[in-house]
């Protein structure tokens, strides 16, 4: 069974910094991509950033140049470093990896259950 549990999230005021983690656990074979998505109020979920096993990293428009996604394989763990946040960047943030279970031939995502962060004007 593998769990992703996300932390670090909380309430800051605009322009301040957060910095949220994901670690993955359990009968993990391999780690392909990881990554971070949220989901605002009325609204549907999207990507934020993601991560290859490699460290190529790929960001949402909307987060570029604010935003830093990183990894450190050897802990199965995925952060997300936000500065400079906004109003608008208020949403749940969900965790996830695509991964193989160690005694499987094939990946799958899994998702951590969220975790709010609330940016105050």
């Known amino acids: 069974q593998v769990q992703l549990v996300e932390s670090g999230g909380g309430l800051v005021q605009a322009g301040g910094s957060l910095r949220l983690s994901c670690a993955a656990s359990?009968?993990?074979?391999?780690?392909?991509?990881m990554g971070w998505y949220r989901q605002a109020p009325g609204k549907q979920r999207e990507l934020v950033a993601t991560i290859r096993s490699g460290g190529s990293a790929n960001y949402a428009d909307s987060v570029k140049g604010r935003f830093t996604i990183s990894r450190d394989n050897a802990k199965n763990t995925v952060y997300l470093q936000m500065n400079s946040l906004k109003v608008e960047d208020t949403a749940v943030y969900y965790c996830?990896?695509?991964?193989?279970?160690?005694?499987?031939?094939?990946?799958?995502?899994?998702w951590g259950k969220g975790t709010l962060v609330t940016v105050s004007s």
């Open positions: 359990g009968s993990i074979g391999s780690i392909n991509a």
């Open positions: 996830n990896a695509n991964l193989r279970v160690a005694d499987r031939n094939y990946a799958m995502d899994y």
